[in-house]
């Protein structure tokens, strides 16, 4: 029997999925309102979610209130090791960190804002009285350098949000800020075993520079999952036979088609909720577009290391220039001598295709610019991976004990893909 299976629960599990929350709906509260009772997996407490590379915020409940602090301010990150800014973010990071409740709670979130500039948040997705919608000027004075401001709610549906600035926004997405607001059915009816966070962004920072540029519009050239880009982002490690939901969230100024190998998944929700199941089919590439949020759910079936990522290519990529002219089958290779009289160092790339520019970092063939990440860095077990970007790994395993890095996936004998020739005439 799995543990999704699993009908026995004990006394504490349903005080936990009957909730917290000030408001006091649970099992009792639905048959009181005339819905069946919950009965196995809605009976089971949520698992945490899972920020990659983040974390969610902590509460205080305070008279049945669950009391969260959001400190808007300047921070220091880092993309990958060797590509830092100073980005603006809350309680220490951009993302921000996740917040995470149950559907009926009453929630009580302070805002210190420490940015130079006035900032407001606003609750993206969820339905809540207009003047705690945080639109400065609109619904609220703007929050000043230094002042604290506090919104209270009802959280009255589940699912996915955000919240971000709706205070210079151009500037403040620019420079990351922005979180994930992950609100838990009070009826588990569609647990899973797994539940992932990504937020989806874009930065402009120029080669060279420690400051996203905010008047970029279009031509980013960072492309991250909650801020970090591959190989700097972490896997998801899954048992094989488990539940997995991934929320998605996109802050970006470009939608992402976000793909993922070795299982087919279905789009179970947005920003304003779950999908009926009656609108729900098999895909394995959902577009995220921009300013809202996306779950997936699948049964990780087949075990080993599959890849995850935006199959907009220039999204698996750091930073390089888009507007540059096509080598493609330009023989430079002639001329490489004759440039170098004027430009010492100069040598030709791409007449081939661009694998070989990590090969050439590698070799310290060319130096990279200040504080620039080579634009496809990540490797694996069979060399370069060449991606950077929105990429991650989902490693599923039969039998894991732990949620600790697996390593990678040894293929049994037979399955894996295999040299046979070396002869471009090859005829079998
Ligand atoms: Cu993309």
């Known amino acids: 029997m799995s543990e999704r299976d699993e009908t026995k629960v004990n006394r504490r599990q349903l005080l936990l999925a009957a909730g917290a929350g000030a408001a006091g709906a649970g099992g009792a509260g639905a048959v009181a309102a005339g819905r069946s009772a919950p009965t196995g997996d809605a009976l089971r407490p949520p698992v945490p979610v899972v920020t990659l590379n983040g974390r969610s915020l902590p509460y205080k409940l305070k008279s049945g209130v669950k009391e969260f602090h959001l400190i808007a301010e300047e921070i220091e990150h880092e993309f990958a090791p060797g590509t830092r800014i100073k980005a603006w973010g809350y309680n220490g990071s951009t993302p921000g960190p996740t917040i995470e409740a149950v559907e009926g709670d009453r929630v009580r979130i302070y805002v210190t804002n420490k940015l130079p500039e006035h900032t407001t948040v606003h609750w993206h997705g969820i339905l809540l009285p207009n003047g705690m919608d945080g639109v400065g000027g609109l619904n609220q004075p703007q929050i000043k350098p230094g002042e604290t401001y506090v919104y209270e709610f009802t959280l009255r549906e589940s699912g996915t949000r955000m919240y971000h600035p709706h205070a210079d926004e151009m500037v403040q997405s620019a420079m990351g800020m922005m979180g994930l607001f992950v609100i838990h059915p009070r009826e588990n009816r569609h647990a899973v075993d797994r539940d992932f ?19 970029v519009m279009t031509d980013f050239n960072l492309w991250t999952f909650n801020g970090k880009v591959f190989p700097a982002i972490d896997h998801m490690i899954v048992r094989t036979g488990q539940r997995v939901r991934i929320r998605m969230a996109n802050m970006s100024m470009h939608d992402h088609p976000m793909h993922l190998h070795g299982a087919h998944f279905k789009v179970v929700g947005t920003d304003a909720g779950r999908i009926p199941e009656s609108a729900q089919w098999l895909m394995t590439t959902a577009l995220v577009p921009v300013g809202t949020t ?18 907009k290519s220039h999204h698996t990529m750091n930073a390089m220039g888009h507007d540059i002219p096509n080598p ?21 790339m791409g007449e081939q295709g661009m694998a070989e520019h990590q090969v050439h970092t590698d070799m310290a063939f060319h130096d990279t610019p200040e504080n620039t990440l080579p634009m496809a860095m990540g490797q694996g077990p069979f060399g370069n991976l060449e991606m950077g970007g929105m990429m991650t790994i989902v490693k599923v395993r039969d039998g894991l004990r732990t949620y600790e890095d697996p390593g990678y996936y040894s293929a049994p004998a037979g399955t894996r893909a295999r040299r046979v020739s070396a002869d471009p005439d090859f005829k079998p």
């Open 294 to 311: 996306i779950d997936i759910e699948f049964d990780a079936k087949l075990p080993g290391d599959w890849a995850f990522h935006c199959h």
């Open 328 to 348: 493609l089958g330009v023989k430079q290779r002639d001329l490489d001598p004759q440039i170098a009289k004027h430009l010492p160092g100069y040598f030709s």
């Open 197 to 215: 966070a990504i937020m989806l962004h874009n930065w402009a920072v120029h080669p060279g520079t420690y400051r996203p540029d905010p008047s």
